[in-house]
């Protein structure tokens, strides 16, 4: 599991959406060994969570902005198939 005492985690609300789309994944993989205590297991899910939250929030706040300056809906994402 990510050691917290070794780095002081800075408060979501700073981080920007690489870097809590980064943290998010150390955590998932650190959650997926399931090593560690129960507690601790806990606290990265909790944080975890707020993380996805922020990114979400990030996600939806930069979709609005290309709307503005689109003038247009954003159209959905397809992958063209081969």
Known sequence: MPKSSSKKERPVEELNYEEALAELEEIVASLEEGQGQLEDAIRLFERGQALAARCGALLEAAELKV?????????????ESE
Do not use: H, R, S
Not at 72 to 79: G, H, L
């Open 67 to 79: 709307k503005q300056i689109g003038g247009e809906e954003v159209a959905d994402f397809e992958e």
